[in-house]
């Protein structure tokens, strides 16, 4: 049956690029690069407003920012005007471990990618849309 294929090829695929990715990011974690792009993009932003991009919890957020706070990857600074807010952003560098992490993935999909022609790269992400969609 088709469902128990694919299941099986997802199933090795996400846990041989989990473990390729967190190996190759070390101490950067895939979850810490998540954040970083998502800071730099939207930079600065609440903790609350990680919650709409990260599926997780709210205490979960709060330990993850406090050990990227302790590995000098992002800055927590009061608000001016309402010292209950707290803004995040990203430190230097968060910047270049963000930079790298980037570079390692694209690296990683690159090589995976170049296991088939041009022509399958592109039918696999457009059956992937249909899939995700």
Do not use: C
Request: proline residues 3%; aromatic residues 4%.
């Amino acid at each position: 049956m088709v469902t128990n294929e694919f299941n099986r090829l997802w199933v090795k695929l996400t846990r041989e690029w989990k473990m390729n990715m967190e190996h190759s990011l070390a101490p950067l974690t895939e979850g810490q690069l998540n954040v970083l792009e998502l800071l730099l993009e939207h930079q600065p932003m609440k903790p609350s407003d990680l919650l709409q991009y990260l599926s997780t919890t709210p205490a979960a957020i709060t330990t993850l920012l406090d050990r990227m706070e302790r590995n000098e990857l992002i800055v927590r600074t009061r608000d001016d005007h309402d010292r209950r807010i707290v803004w995040v952003s990203v430190s230097e560098k968060g910047k270049s471990e963000a930079e790298r992490g980037t570079a390692i993935r694209t690296q990683m999909l690159e090589q995976s990618l170049d296991r088939i022609s041009s022509h399958n790269q592109q039918l696999l992400v457009y059956l992937l849309g249909k899939v995700a969609n």
